[in-house]
């Protein structure tokens, strides 16, 4: 049984343990036409990529965790299997007042068993609950899997950036997918 709930300050740093490592094999190959932007998907050479790596690096953990504790403007929720994290998604009420998802993030032992689709339906309510017109986020196009599940809980590609990650390093290919969710 999952159970998802809010980050409490006694839960401690067990969010950021998740193993969010995951395969590339694949990538979306975006196209506008007329306004539209459409994708396929061509198989690209295999390796292994992990935001964990670049993230955990970043945060200061006790004040960024603290930050989304008892926050109307932000929130962490993070899914347990038992006494285990298995996922978590993080949100913000963004500048232009969508819900924008900054991380999701299942554990690769537990990943098609639905605890991403809960994380962002449970994403999609906090959003209503807080009178937001949306749900945001941005991906890359090189994360196929999580492409297909945005896609499959109603987001549509809003724009995408061919050149954001190549401040990372010149040769970089990812491309960057806005995605979102506009409530009627």
């Not at 839960?11 to 990538?27: Q, V």
């Not at 670049?54 to 989304?68: F, G, H, N, V």
């Not at 906090?126 to 994360?143: C, F, I, K, S, Y």
């Not at 599940?149 to 987001?155: A, I, N, P, Q």
Request: charged share 25%.
């Amino acid at each position: 049984m999952i159970e998802i709930r809010k980050l409490r300050i006694e839960d401690g740093d067990g969010w950021k343990g998740i193993d969010d490592r995951f395969t590339i094999d694949s990538a979306l190959v975006l196209s506008m036409t007329d306004g539209e932007i459409s994708y396929t998907v061509q198989e690209i050479p295999s390796y292994v990529k992990s935001y964990a790596e670049t993230a955990i690096e970043e945060a200061t953990d006790e004040e960024d965790s603290a930050d989304y504790i008892d926050n109307p403007a932000q929130v962490m929720y993070v899914a347990y299997a038992g006494n285990q994290t298995v996922g978590r998604i993080l949100l913000k009420r963004n500048w232009n007042r969508y819900a924008l998802i900054e991380d999701i993030a299942v554990d690769a032992n537990r990943r098609g068993g639905g605890i991403g689709r809960r994380l962002v339906e449970q994403a999609i309510q906090w959003a209503r609950d807080g009178g937001m017109p949306g749900v945001m986020l941005e991906t890359q196009n090189h994360n196929v899997g999580a492409c297909r599940l945005y896609e499959s809980c109603g987001f549509v590609i809003g724009g995408f950036d061919t050149r954001v990650y190549r401040g990372l390093h010149k040769d970089r290919t990812e491309v960057a997918i806005y995605w979102y969710l506009v409530f009627d």
